[in-house]
């Protein structure tokens, strides 16, 4: 079945830019959304942005000006750059599988993040 | 604060039912679909869209929206849906996704 993994630094320096990569396995990445969300220690979950299988982005506003998310697809690979962070972005980083689909009956939209990985504690000292 | 508005803390006798609640404006054009993360583990889809329950998933689940406020049941929960629960959809402008802040379940 297909199984996601992120890999990537524990710790980053203030300032620096935090790169993640997550590894698909098991399926192909050419097709679907694929998302980075993150979950600072004792909070809530925050979606950070994703990339579609064609290449086209979308991220979160409060975010959009530090992020960029990158697909390789010849090694079924996305990955994660977020730049000059601070210890506001101490938290457990994972990488998720997301479709966006249409309810034909209702005329209504949703989303769902159905594969998720394990998830990646990325520390940046204050 | 999260476009998706959710009760910090909801709690309810095992084997009665529950439910969680998500509020938004979002919501009345976009269904939520709902996560369950239990403690050091990665959040699991147990509801998409109006009421889609994915392989797996206990038929005590269940969603359902209206208006605003898009519902997460548990009819009949057990002590293993002891958890905190997220719900996600779009925020108002229909372009982004968001979470809702989370729900810690208590069974009692």
Redesign the interface.
């Given at each position: 079945q297909v199984q996601l993994q992120e890999s990537g630094p524990g710790l980053v320096k203030p300032s620096e830019t935090l790169s993640l990569t997550c590894t698909v396995s098991g399926g192909s990445i050419s097709s679907y959304y694929w998302?980075w969300?993150r979950q600072p220690p004792g909070k809530?979950?925050?979606?950070i942005g994703?990339i579609y299988y064609s290449g086209s982005t979308?991220?979160?506003?409060s975010l959009k000006s530090r992020v960029t998310i990158s697909l390789d697809t010849s090694k079924n690979q996305f990955s994660l750059k977020l730049r000059s962070v601070t210890a506001a972005d101490t938290a457990v980083y994972?990488c998720a599988r997301?479709s966006e689909?249409y309810?034909f009956l209702?005329g209504?939209?949703?989303?769902?993040?159905?594969l998720?990985?394990?998830?990646t504690m990325v520390t940046v000292p204050s | 604060s999260?476009e998706l508005t959710q009760d910090p803390a909801v709690s309810g006798a095992m084997g009665h039912t529950v439910r969680i609640t998500c509020q938004g404006d979002s919501l009345r054009?976009?269904?939520?679909?709902w996560?369950q993360?239990k403690p050091g583990q990665?959040?699991?889809?147990v509801i998409?869209?109006?009421n889609?329950r994915?392989s797996g998933i206990p038929d005590r689940f269940s969603g359902s929206s209206s208006g605003n406020t898009a519902s997460l049941t548990i009819t009949g929960a057990q002590a293993e849906d002891e958890a905190d629960y997220?719900c996600?959809?779009?925020d108002s402008s229909g372009?982004?996704?968001?979470?809702?802040?989370?729900t810690k379940l208590t069974v009692l």
């Open positions: 998302s969300i809530g979950l925050e979606w994703y979308k991220y979160n506003p994972y997301n689909q309810d209702t209504r939209y949703f989303d769902a993040f159905d998720w990985g394990q998830g | 999260s054009n976009y269904y939520a679909s996560y993360q990665a959040p699991v889809l998409s869209g109006k889609n994915p997220y996600n959809s779009r372009d982004h996704l968001v979470f809702g802040g989370g």
